[in-house]
């Protein structure tokens, strides 16, 4: 998803320090980070006077408003992303394009499915190496892999009675980290208002 969203140029200031301050307290985008579906997520400021030229004889744009971009990768259906941002962190949303023109705010959801829709920039390829898999499956896969080798290393000769034992426990410690590699269904509550 690329969304490229107008914003008073006098304000983008106000933006850039709460940028600052998500990068500083992770802990303030914890319900964004624990969504799985999101593989990647980020705002950037361009100036109005900062865009970049190719060419010296470009002519110099004459803007009156900065720009914020977002870029995200995702898997699910794009309502479902969008639905699942809402939900997440509806008021950091709303901190986040607060000063943008036109922000309706990211409740109620068909307002700002709207705005997103107006501002978004079709992406036409996008690549994915683990098409059924979402962030956190990747993270649990790579803790899943790291327990297995130690296990081995431990218990791979383990008589039997012992192997089993503590085959089953770490079982039990992994529960979390075992995963479905599956396609899901799609649920989107602005798409069920709609009767779609």
């Known amino acids: 998803?690329?969304?490229?969203?107008?914003?008073?140029?006098?304000?983008?200031?106000?933006?850039?320090?709460i940028f600052w301050v998500a990068l500083r307290k992770p802990a303030?985008?914890?319900?964004?980070?624990?969504?799985?579906?999101?593989?990647?997520?980020?705002?950037?400021?361009?100036?109005k006077n900062q865009f970049p030229h190719?060419?010296?004889?470009?002519?110099?744009e004459k803007l009156n408003y900065a720009y914020m971009l977002f870029f995200s990768n995702f898997n699910g259906s794009w309502a479902q992303y969008v639905d699942s941002f809402t939900f997440a962190i509806p008021s950091?949303?709303?901190?986040?394009?607060?000063?943008?023109?036109?922000?309706?705010?990211?409740?109620?959801?068909?307002?700002?499915?709207?705005?997103i829709q107006?501002?978004?920039?079709q992406t036409d390829h996008y690549y994915n190496a683990y098409p059924m898999a979402a962030a956190n499956d990747v993270k649990a896969a790579k803790t899943l892999k790291a327990e297995l080798i130690a296990f081995d290393a431990s218990y791979g000769k383990a008589e039997p009675e012992q192997?089993?034992?503590?085959?089953?426990?770490?079982?039990?410690?992994?529960?979390?980290?075992?995963?479905?590699m599956q396609p899901t269904p799609?649920?989107?509550l602005a798409d069920?208002?709609?009767?779609e």
Do not use: C
Not at 1 to 17: A, G, L, Q, S
Not at 37 to 45: G, M
Not at 100 to 110: D, G, Q
């Open 92 to 115: 950091g949303l709303d901190l986040f394009w607060k000063w943008n023109i036109r922000y309706p705010k990211s409740v109620p959801l068909t307002p700002f499915h709207s705005y």
């Open 28 to 47: 303030t985008l914890k319900g964004l980070i624990t969504l799985s579906l999101i593989h990647y997520a980020r705002w950037v400021i361009i100036g």
């Open 1 to 17: 998803m690329n969304v490229i969203t107008p914003i008073r140029w006098y304000m983008t200031w106000i933006n850039k320090v």
């Open 163 to 180: 192997f089993l034992k503590q085959y089953k426990a770490l079982l039990r410690s992994l529960q979390h980290d075992l995963g479905d």
């Open 186 to 188: 799609i649920v989107s």
């Open 54 to 60: 190719l060419d010296e004889r470009q002519p110099k």
């Open 118 to 121: 107006f501002n978004q920039v």
């Open 192 to 195: 069920q208002a709609k009767g």
